[in-house]
C-alpha cells in the first residue's frame, strides 16, 4: 500500500504546486488518512516539498480503526500534551522554508486558522478547497474490496437478525443487537448509527430508534452498515412483520422498488448526478409522491458515508467508474409508515455488466 498512498500525494503535490503552493496542510481526518494511511487523533498532514509529516498528539496506537501510518511518512508526536498539531504544522513548514501554504478551508475553525497566522505570520495561506476529496471519489481496488468485504458483513448481520423472532422488542433493542453483529463477523464498527423503524416511523429517513415496539403488521425499515478498515456501505430494508402484507403496503413497496430499480439501472460512467436521482425521483412523482422526498435518491461512501457525489436535483457533475453510490429512494407516509430500500453499488461501464451490487440481502417483501 505505500505505493498507492504515495500516488495519491503526489497527485495532491502535482494539484498544489500548478496552484502555486508546493506545501500543504490537510485537517479532515478521512483526508489524512486517505493520503498518510492512518489518522489518529487530531492529526495532520503536512505536505512538503522534501518529505511528508504526519504530526500527532500522541504515537499512532495502531488500533484497526485508525489504521496504520504509511512508512515513508515521518511521524512527529508533539512535545508537550495540549498543543495542536495544525498549528505545529505551519510552525514546520515555516522553518522548512515554506513561504506559501495550501490549507483545508472548509475544514478549518476559524480560532485555528488565527492560531496559525499568529505563530507564522509571514506564511501566505491559501486554499486547498476540496481537492483530496476530489481525489478520494474515484476508488482503487484495494479500496472497493473493503467496501465490498463491508457490505457482506451488513449483510451476514441483517440475516441473521430476520432468521431471530422480531415481535414485542423495541426498535433500540434491534438497532443494538445490529451493530453488535456486525462487530462479531469482523467491522470495525458501525458505520453510522443504525436506524431501525417500526410501524408508523418506518420509512423515516435517519430516523433515531426509539422503544416503540414491533408489532403484528408492522413495517419494519432497518437501515445499517458497516466500517471495514475504515471504510463505510450501506444498506437498507423494509419488510413486513408476522403477517400477509396489506394491499396498501404491496402497492407501496412495489413502487419504491421501481424507483430503486430505476435508479440503479441508471448508474453509467457518463450519466449526470442530476439524471440518476430524476431517474428513482420521478417513479414516485408520478405516482402522487413528489412532496416530501428525500432531498437526494444517493450519495457516494468511502472513508465517509457521506461523500462525493451527490446524486441530488441540482447536483453537477458526471459519473466515473469505480466510484461506490448508494441508491436509497423512500416515500414516508405520516401516521401509517413507510419503504425505504437502500442499496450500495460501484459504477461500472455496460461492458463490464453494468452497476456492481455489493449489498445483496434479497429485495423481495418478505413477511417475517
Request: aromatic content about 4%; overall charge negative.
Amino acid at each position: 500500500m505505500s505505493e498507492v498512498y504515495a500516488a495519491r500525494r503526489a497527485r495532491l503535490r502535482e494539484r498544489c504546486q500548478a496552484g502555486g503552493s508546493p506545501t500543504a496542510l490537510v485537517t479532515r481526518p478521512a483526508n489524512v488518512r486517505y493520503l498518510a494511511g492512518a489518522a489518529p487523533r487530531g492529526a495532520v498532514l503536512l505536505l512538503g516539498r522534501s518529505e511528508d509529516v504526519l504530526l500527532c498528539e500522541a504515537p499512532p496506537s495502531g488500533e484497526i480503526g485508525e489504521g496504520r501510518p504509511d512508512d515513508a511518512v515521518r511521524v512527529q508526536v508533539l512535545p508537550r500534551p495540549g498543543g495542536d498539531p495544525a498549528v505545529a504544522a505551519a510552525d514546520l513548514a515555516t522553518a522548512l522554508g515554506a513561504d506559501c501554504l495550501a490549507v483545508e478551508e472548509h475544514h478549518l475553525t476559524m480560532a485555528r486558522h488565527r492560531a496559525i497566522r499568529s505563530v507564522a505570520p509571514r506564511l501566505r495561506l491559501a486554499d486547498l478547497g476540496g481537492a483530496v476529496e476530489q481525489l478520494r471519489v474515484i476508488k482503487d481496488e484495494e479500496e472497493l474490496s473493503c467496501l465490498r468485504i463491508g457490505a457482506e458483513i451488513a449483510d451476514q448481520a441483517l440475516g441473521e437478525l430476520l432468521e431471530s423472532i422480531l415481535v414485542g422488542r423495541t426498535e433500540r433493542h434491534l438497532a443494538l443487537e445490529l451493530e453488535r453483529r456486525l462487530v462479531d463477523h469482523g467491522a470495525d464498527g458501525s458505520a453510522f448509527a443504525t436506524s431501525v423503524a417500526a410501524g408508523p416511523n418506518s420509512g423515516r429517513p435517519g430516523h433515531r430508534p426509539t422503544d416503540r415496539r414491533v408489532e403484528e403488521g408492522d413495517f419494519l425499515s432497518v437501515c445499517l452498515g458497516a466500517t471495514y478498515r475504515g471504510y463505510r456501505c450501506e444498506i437498507g430494508r423494509t419488510f413486513v412483520i408476522g403477517t400477509s402484507p396489506a394491499d396498501w403496503q404491496i402497492e407501496l413497496y412495489d413502487l419504491v422498488f421501481a424507483a430503486q430499480r430505476a435508479g440503479r439501472e441508471a448508474l453509467t460512467p457518463g450519466a449526470a448526478y442530476r439524471d440518476v436521482d430524476r431517474a428513482a425521483r420521478q417513479v414516485l412523482d408520478s405516482a402522487g409522491y413528489g412532496e416530501g422526498l428525500p432531498v437526494m435518491t444517493g450519495h457516494g461512501v468511502g472513508l465517509e458515508i457521506d461523500e462525493d457525489p451527490q446524486l441530488a436535483p441540482a447536483a453537477m457533475g458526471k459519473l466515473d467508474a469505480c466510484v461506490p453510490v448508494t441508491v436509497e429512494p423512500g416515500v414516508h407516509l405520516p401516521g401509517r409508515g413507510g419503504v425505504r430500500i437502500d442499496d450500495t453499488l460501484v459504477v461500472r461501464p455496460e461492458a463490464d455488466g453494468g452497476p456492481e451490487l455489493l449489498t445483496i440481502t434479497t429485495k423481495e417483501l418478505l413477511a417475517l
